[in-house]
């Protein structure tokens, strides 16, 4: 028995009729599509269907998360596989998309017919790029990929690999739109508050002063934009941290002690400005999270469970990342792609066990394509691919990228003076108060049926590292107390447990040695005791 909201119960509906072929998921951020693919896997395991499950994700520490959230179902993977083939007592494993493309010709060998593949944020399957072509060649030989994404398409307008499209248009199996979750109270509604202003800056020889009222060339614009954004000028995207920073400690103050915001710096130079600019205001330092920090994904987890106020990142909070007391938000990035700024009002949407879904707010500077994206989000999403020459312009504002046609000289663009303030904030008031759908109890055909213990049991990915580890420390005691080398401890071990080698021993066989181990410890300390 597993509690379902109601779209859920539906999309398992849905594929308890799907047998072969790619289908596609589409549900908003933060509105639960693991939960669905794992009771469907758990389900074809349970009836022989297939034998393995597969999930593909974007990044490392997702691994992880996919693999926790399916121990707690029933489905044992193993996280971070560098190997197709799972290691013992586990029904699969968990990999990213970059492992996929360098292994995909030796994995397209061992991958049989039936495997189902879960293509999670499905998104980075381009067809004619890396990724998507090594998860092409990878499981050509599956029957089935559900592929998953809160946002179906790309910004550079390829088709995703196994995505059916009518006209340009792709075409979901079960759609479940953000406008949908905020009704349902699933996700929390955004309010977005746009800040404009007269904005000045030195470009070659001349001196600009504009507003996002006005239209601009790509270039100008695009300084503008980054003007905006530039933490050295007191009135503009500090002023907007100031106001971020009082809203945060009202959201506190009514009701959310524990609520967190986060900005979304350029780059990692910018974001460390952000930060000293963070902490001028609110007299500490802000965590700061750089995909080229080793500790970023400890860093994210921390905070996740904290109660510190700010987080400052650059590109680690795109996709996959769930910290569900985010409640405030600084768009303050160079980055202004739809799936981008999907992805990150993404962040802000999740809700909490037993609060409600409160509304949450993301400043912005008033850009056009911005203050465009805002206004579609609450819509639902149907892209048409298009043309490479149809590109809009300013999608992409890189801070410290040399436009072609500037001049090599650093004085060409200096931002000099910002002087912004808040807008008609976009749906400023909220929507109409959620109407709440309680869970369904689903209890679907036994194809995708399936009853988890009450209390959910420790992903073996877990039991086996605990395992491995207790072992290792057992092993390093008995060579201390025989005088012997680990090796020789190892080598009978394994030959008690009949392994070749710690590596391919499975759960009950590591269990079986650190038995061993104890008992031989005790008739040791017994024999020297008497």
Same mark, same amino acid.
């Given at each position: ?14 594929? /308890? ?29 349970? /009836? ?7 999930? =593909? ?11 926790? /959230? ?33 292994? /995909? ?12 593949? %879960? ?100 270039? +100008? !614009? ?10 050295? $000028? ?76 700010? =987080? ?61 994206? !805002? ?19 300013? $999608? ?9 046609? +500037? ?60 395992? &491995? ?25 394994? &030959? ?10 499975? %759960? ?7 038995? $061993?181990?104890?008992? +031989? ?10």
């Amino acid at each position: 028995m597993v509690t379902l909201r109601a779209w859920q119960e539906e999309a398992l509906r849905r594929l /308890a009729d799907w047998h072969e072929g790619p289908f596609l998921l589409s549900a908003a951020p933060g509105a639960g599509k693991t939960i669905p693919s794992l009771v469907y896997a758990h389900g074809l395991l349970r /009836a022989g269907v297939i034998k393995r499950v597969h999930v =593909i994700c974007p990044t490392t520490p997702l691994t992880r998360q996919w693999a926790e /959230a399916a121990g707690r179902l029933g489905v044992q993977l193993a996280p971070d596989a560098e190997e197709l083939t799972p290691p013992r007592d586990f029904d699969g494993i968990v990999a990213t998309y970059a492992r996929v493309a360098q292994s /995909a010709k030796r994995w397209s060998s061992q991958c049989g017919e039936r495997t189902l593949v %879960i293509a999670d944020e499905c998104h980075h399957l381009g067809d004619e790029l890396a990724w998507g072509e090594g998860f092409t060649r990878a499981f050509a030989a599956t029957d089935r990929w559900l592929l998953l994404s809160g946002t179906p398409f790309r910004s550079d307008q390829c088709a995703i690999a196994g995505v059916r499209y009518e006209d340009g248009v792709a075409l979901p199996d079960v759609s479940y739109s953000y406008a949908d979750a905020v009704r349902d109270a699933i996700c929390r509604p955004v309010a977005f508050i746009p800040y404009d202003g007269a904005l000045s800056w030195q470009s070659g020889d001349d001196v600009i002063e504009s507003s996002f009222a006005d239209a601009l060339t790509g270039r +100008e !614009a695009s300084r503008r934009y980054r003007t905006a954004i530039s933490t050295e $000028l007191a009135d503009g995207l500090p002023r907007i941290l100031r106001a971020a920073h009082e809203r945060l400690e009202e959201v506190r103050a009514g009701g959310h002690p524990d609520a967190g915001g986060l900005v979304i710096a350029a780059d990692g130079a910018h974001a460390r400005r952000v930060a000293a600019a963070l902490k001028e205001i609110t007299g500490s330092s802000p965590v700061v999270v750089l995909h080229t920090d080793a500790l970023a994904a400890r860093k994210l987890r921390a905070f996740g469970t904290g109660r510190e106020r700010w =987080i400052v990142a650059v590109n680690m909070v795109s996709e996959g990342v769930d910290i569900p007391r985010l409640r405030v938000g600084v768009y303050a990035t160079a980055a202004k792609t739809p799936l981008i700024f999907r992805q990150i009002v993404g962040r802000f949407v999740r809700t909490l066990a037993g609060r409600p879904a409160d509304l949450s707010y993301l400043f912005l500077p008033a850009d056009r394509l911005l203050r465009e994206h !805002a206004a579609e989000v609450e819509q639902e999403l149907r892209h048409v691919l298009k043309a490479a020459d149809e590109q809009e312009e300013g $999608l992409l504002d890189e801070v410290g990228q040399r436009e072609r046609s +500037e001049p090599e000289i650093p004085e060409a663009f200096v931002p000099l003076n910002a002087d912004v303030a808040p807008q008609l904030a976009l749906f400023g008031g909220g929507p109409p108060p959620p109407v709440v759908k309680p869970p369904v109890a689903f209890r679907g055909p036994p194809a995708v049926a399936a009853e988890p213990a009450a209390e959910p049991p420790v992903p073996a990915f877990k039991q086996r590292a605990r395992l &491995r580890d207790k072992r290792h420390g057992l092993v390093k005691t008995l060579a201390g107390f025989q005088g012997s080398s680990h090796r020789d401890v190892n080598t009978w071990v394994n &030959r008690k447990t009949g392994v070749t080698s710690v590596g391919d021993a499975s %759960i009950e066989q590591l269990q079986h040695a650190v038995e $061993l181990l104890l008992a +031989e410890l005790d008739r040791i300390s017994r024999r020297r005791a008497s």
